[in-house]
């Protein structure tokens, strides 16, 4: 395929053009309202692309709605008869799909916007909640709980574990795999007399690829799930740490390791040194990835969704009329930091500003009597039943040196 084609603008008639009756793309109105919003505000700058003599649409089925809506005749195309079917029909997935795996940057998005005054942007789908960094923190909460299955090891955390290995146990770095990579495949890895694995292996399957080194006589030094390193013991030695690992992905492991490059004769042991190097990289990657969020308090005369909904969680029964309170979405002073209340608030009268202090006070009073409660009950629990062992475990203890 040539993809330096010369692409020419055609002027089209709507009626001259073929939707594509497979076209996977699905357009909402609240999509089409903003596309024609941007059509009418910018103008038609994006052609749409077209292929073969029928003018079969390959993308831009959406502006052609929105063209539709704003009674246009006529249409700016771009014709792509140089891709073949399969082509044309994979570039219309590719197009769509490219814009998906992008992600807004909202420290900036909220500076471009807080110096756009005359064009009202809400119309071309930014809402205000959805500019604000506190949005940032409402997606996470919908986000799929991360696991080390789906991850890659911080290089800080993974340097330091390589370091003890190649120290502890005398071993060449140059030696290590690392065949536990996303999309790599363990069990086709080349391994040699010299090799060791030292890398972090999905949690999920951990027993069958110890089964497997153990069967192919593959040295390995493994991270391993803290709660669970000692399953292994009976073939390997667990290093038991209970380290909390961020990983890329931002999973939060307990992890511990699990070695065939002890004596045998060792179960299990514990290393305090590895423990705090580990916890004190793991610190400094988590920082690396992440982005403070901040946190607004506001005055008493805004009040906002999120502190009403804590009110009826707390049983307070609270209302605002038209006639005490106005809805507003940033304060003045938000407006010229790019800022503004998530989710909108209500700007109240000074009577009702007291009310809602008061109706905070009164849910912060009841969420310490329900931790109360919640810690009273905790603490009834950790009053539990300690087991003891039986004649024959006895026996056995007996028996141990």
Known sequence: ?????DLRIEILGIDQLQEYENNARAHGEIDIAAIRESIETFGFNDPIGIWSENNVIVEGHGRLAAARMLGMTEVPCIRLDHMSDEERRAYALAHNKTAELSKWNFAELNI???????IDMTKLGFEEVKTTEEYEAFEQKFIPEKTTDDCYTPPKVYRVVADYVADTYDADPKNFLRPFYPGGDYQKEKYQAESI???NPPFSIFSEIVNWYEEHNVKYFLFAPSLAVLNYANRATAIALQATVEYENGA????SFLTNLEDRCIRARTDPKLYRDITEVSKEAAKDNHREIPKYDYPDNIVTAAMMGKWSKYG???SFTDEEAVLISALDEQKEAGKGIYGKGLLLSERAAAERAAAERAAAERA??????AERAAAERA???RWKLSEREMQIVASLK
């Open 112 to 118: 471009e916007l807080a110096g756009i005054k005359k």
């Open 197 to 199: 694995v030292v890398d």
């Open 1 to 5: 395929m040539n993809k330096t084609t």
């Open 252 to 255: 939060k492991v307990a992890t």
């Open 316 to 318: 307070i029964n609270q």
């Open 368 to 373: 310490a009597a329900e931790r109360a409660a």
């Open 383 to 385: 009053a539990a039943h």
